[in-house]
C-alpha cells in the first residue's frame, strides 16, 4: 500500500484511517523514575530552571503512571502529535531528549 507507507495511513473506501499505534504506557525501572523525578523538580520555575522541560518531563513521568494520550491532552494542553514526540525523544535519548534545543535568532 503506497499511500500507507507514505503517510503512515490507510484509505479504505475514500476515509484515512490512522494505523494502531503502540500503547503510550511506559515501564521504566524505578532509578529511572526516581533520575526524571529528580530532572523535574531541578527545572521547575521555583528552582529557577527550565519550565517547558520540567513540564515535558511531568508528560512523561504521566504516561509511566499509567496515564492514556488523551487524559494527558485533556491535563496538560498539548495536541497529540506533541506528546508523542516528547515520549520518542525520551525512548530515543532519555532525558537530554526533554531539553530545550538552541534556537535561532533572528
Known sequence: H????ITGKLSIFGRLKTMPRKPFFMKLPQSKVDELTDFINKNDSAAGGD??????????LAS???MSVKQIMAKFGFKERTIWYWRSAYEKYGIE??????RLKK
Not at 519550565?51 to 512523561?60: F, H
Not at 531528549?97 to 538552541?102: A, D, H, I, N, T
Request: charged content about 25%.
Open 2 to 5: 503506497f499511500l500507507q507507507v
Open 51 to 60: 519550565i517547558r522541560v520540567s513540564i515535558r518531563g511531568r508528560v512523561i
Open 64 to 66: 509511566i503512571r499509567g
Open 97 to 102: 531528549g526533554l531539553k530545550s534545543k538552541p
